[in-house]
């Protein structure tokens, strides 16, 4: 399994804008999260060892912060051609399957991940009221086969301090998980391929 790290995008960096088509064919955009106190945007996939193992977890997570009035969205980037377990009729079972409380949106192009410097499944990018981004990193600690529990406490810590209208510490870890599985030509200059140390 080979790891790749999240690109550590510069915080306070502007939440890029997207209109991707959800799993049940509607659109969603940046803008259908307007007047939210946070948004939550996690680059994800069918089939990646790193999200499965995650997967209860979060939907539990985002349903839960959902509640609270967190905004959250998926988006699965990969490479369809090559993995086509991670297509949009295969995103619809996976979102009805574990009840996805959240869009799941397929970025067909690429460019929204490119937009956000993606580099891995699961990579978690959280935005202030203003769209500013506080936080990019780990769920938690947990990593499949590593035996240590799953409480999602980096990222809970940080929609905490956003829903509270507090700054996010700017000492931050970073997600690990697979690539995201580019086409063929169309990596991205800030991915570099290598497996995390």
């Not at 988006?75 to 979102?95: C, F, H, L, T, W």
């Not at 938690?140 to 301090?161: E, N």
């Amino acid at each position: 399994m080979v790891k790749t790290v999240s690109t550590m995008l510069p915080l306070g960096s502007q939440a890029p804008s997207f209109s991707l088509p959800n799993v049940d064919g509607r659109t969603v955009s940046l803008s259908t999260f307007d007047g939210t106190p946070g948004l939550l945007v996690m680059f994800v996939c069918n089939h990646c060892p790193f999200v499965i193992h995650l997967r209860e977890d979060l939907v539990k997570f985002a349903k839960e912060y959902q509640e609270k009035g967190l905004a959250v969205v998926a988006i699965s980037s990969n490479d369809v051609e090559d993995y086509p377990q991670d297509g949009p009729d295969k995103m619809r079972e996976e979102a009805e399957t574990h009840g996805y409380s959240f869009p799941y949106l397929y970025d067909a192009t690429q460019d929204v991940a490119k937009a956000y410097h993606a580099a891995c499944t699961p990579d978690f990018f959280l935005f202030d009221a203003n769209r500013k981004l506080v936080y990019r990193g780990q769920f938690d600690d947990s990593r499949p086969g590593s035996g240590i529990p799953i409480t999602g406490q980096d990222l809970r810590a940080a929609c905490d301090a956003v829903l509270a209208g507090q700054r996010v510490p700017a000492e931050q870890r970073p997600s690990i998980g697979c690539n995201i599985k580019w086409k063929a030509g169309r990596e991205p200059s800030y991915f570099t391929g290598q497996p995390a140390v």
